[in-house]
């Protein structure tokens, strides 16, 4: 079965600050990675995702990850955070159940960027 | 744009009652699926649904059963509500293929007293 580790539960940085959130997976197979972002009252929306080619994937807002096959990582990084980015943070893997497709999350990370 | 629509945002029932969760959506998405979150837990699949009338058990499905009868709607019922269900239930859909993101509704946070 597939897991997810989210290495930081909490977060709290500066405005202007670089950010990268660690996220490892296990799984076996082919996988397609996923963050999702929570903003406070809202519901979780895409930031970005992985399926295949470039390693480097961009997402909105500025946000990027890169998939790093040899050691499970999908990392989420931005070079300087706003105060905007405040949410809680979800890496997620997705894999073959069944007749269908589950998404495993990992328990999240909660950002707090300070002005 | 996608609409995934949970029947509410907030419910309070008594512990034993039996609790329905209805969640539709209108993108004629193939898969369904119920979670819950949980502070310090993140999301957790409770069941999801790739077809009318198919379904298949999540991480965490004790306690729980699901419906599905037609294709945009996707129920959750809570057979007989436990103090220990309180939470925050989200639906979200999407496509068949593995590639395709998951769509999120606003969740309903339930209270079981």
């Known amino acids: 079965a597939q897991s997810v580790s989210q290495h930081n539960h909490h977060v709290i940085l500066s405005e202007a600050a670089s950010l990268e959130l660690g996220c490892n997976y296990s799984y076996g197979g082919t996988v397609n990675l996923f963050w999702y972002v929570q903003y406070p009252g809202q519901h979780l929306q895409l930031l970005l995702k992985y399926f295949s080619g470039d390693p480097l994937v961009k997402g909105i807002k500025g946000f990027e990850a890169e998939f790093i096959k040899s050691k499970f990582s999908f990392n989420l990084r931005k070079p300087s955070v706003q105060w905007s980015d405040t949410a809680e943070y979800f890496c997620?893997?997705?894999?073959?159940?069944?007749?269908?497709?589950?998404?495993?999350f990992g328990t999240g990370t909660q950002l707090k960027v300070e002005l | 744009d996608v609409k995934v629509t949970q029947s509410s945002r907030y419910l309070v029932k008594r512990t034993g009652e039996k609790v329905f969760l209805e969640c539709v959506q209108d993108m004629d998405h193939e898969n369904m699926f119920w979670y819950r979150q949980d502070p310090g837990l993140g999301l957790r699949l409770i069941y999801f649904s790739y077809d009318v009338k198919m379904k298949e058990k999540g991480d965490i499905p004790e306690g729980y059963s699901v419906s599905r009868e037609k294709k945009e709607r996707f129920s959750l019922i809570l057979e007989s509500a436990s103090t220990n269900q309180t939470s925050m239930y989200l639906c979200?859909?999407?496509?068949?293929?593995?590639?395709?993101?998951?769509?999120f509704g606003d969740g309903t946070r339930l209270s079981i007293l």
């Open positions: 979200a859909s999407s496509f068949i293929f593995q590639d395709q993101p998951q769509h």
């Open positions: 997620a893997v997705n894999a073959r159940s069944g007749g269908g497709n589950k998404l495993t």
